[in-house]
């Protein structure tokens, strides 16, 4: 069933664009929210904050866990939950950990990394009544070896456009299009009806996301589709040394800190 916050996201296709970022725990959806369309839980987390070599290591326990965190700081925002690796491989699998995810942080929508290999675990999840949103390019939980952007070859061109359209057509309400070359971002926004939502996707795309990790300077990742809004390791690093300084001579705590 989608809520009245996914109706109107789909109608912002080639209006207002889109703002989605990642978030992790309360604190930062918190902030996110003020500022974002969709505040996505990705499982990024498992590279990002746990430092896994891949998504594919990440559980449904752990994206429920964060998930309940980041629901905590929501109070407008469209709050999608990425489906872990391995909890979709057939409809009833997928329903059961859908059901799952939902009941327990009453998220908004789920995400599936996919187009026709699991066009129809989608389709019944929608039929479900469970909002869905799409995940087609580059897809973390498939990838084997380096990340590389897609849509050099006519062949993963061709594949990837009937992905999306596959998803737009079985009623998901938006396409996170990953790491594509940029006429086929365009070639695919201008193909389907429903927004789609680009991070290394060109501005083509209907809105942009990207993790907030990425986009504040807290991780080491510097991939160029990426822009560092911040250096928060420089500011950690400072207030950690000055903590350090106070600490080694007796600055901390002064009268004001003590009971
Ligand atoms: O897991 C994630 O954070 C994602 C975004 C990068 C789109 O899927």
Redesign the pocket.
């Known amino acids: 069933m989608k809520n009245k916050k996914i109706r109107e996201i789909i109608k912002r296709k080639n209006k207002i664009p889109i703002v989605c970022l990642?978030a992790y725990s309360k604190t930062i959806a918190k902030i996110l929210d003020k500022y974002c369309d969709i505040v996505?839980v990705?499982?990024?987390?498992g590279m990002v904050l746990y430092g896994m070599k891949s998504?594919r290591e990440v559980t449904l326990d752990m994206m429920i866990s964060h998930a309940k965190s980041v629901k905590k700081g929501i109070s407008k925002s469209i709050l999608v939950v990425?489906m872990p690796h391995q909890t979709y491989r057939n409809k009833k699998e997928a329903y059961k950990n859908a059901k799952k995810i939902i009941k327990s942080t009453k998220c908004d929508a789920l995400?599936l990394e996919g187009g026709k290999k699991i066009i129809n675990v989608v389709k019944y999840l929608i039929k479900k009544k469970i909002p869905v949103m799409g995940?087609v390019g580059l897809l973390?939980q498939s990838e084997r070896g380096k990340f590389k952007f897609k849509g050099r070859s006519l062949f993963e061109r061709k594949r990837i456009i009937e992905d999306a359209r596959l998803l737009s057509n079985v009623g998901v309400f938006a396409i996170?299009i990953?790491c594509v070359e940029e006429s086929l971002a365009e070639i695919i926004s201008k193909s389907i009806p429903i927004p789609t939502i680009g991070?290394g996707a060109s501005k083509h795309c209907d809105g942009q996301?990207l993790?907030t990790d990425d986009l504040l300077g807290l991780s080491n990742f510097t991939p160029r589709f990426i822009r560092k809004y911040s250096n928060i390791r420089r500011i950690i690093n400072k207030s950690v040394l000055r903590f350090r300084h106070d600490v080694i001579n007796k600055n901390f705590p002064s009268r004001k800190n003590i009971y």
């Open positions: 990642t996505l990705g499982d990024s987390l998504t990425d995400k995940h973390p996170v990953e991070i996301i993790v």
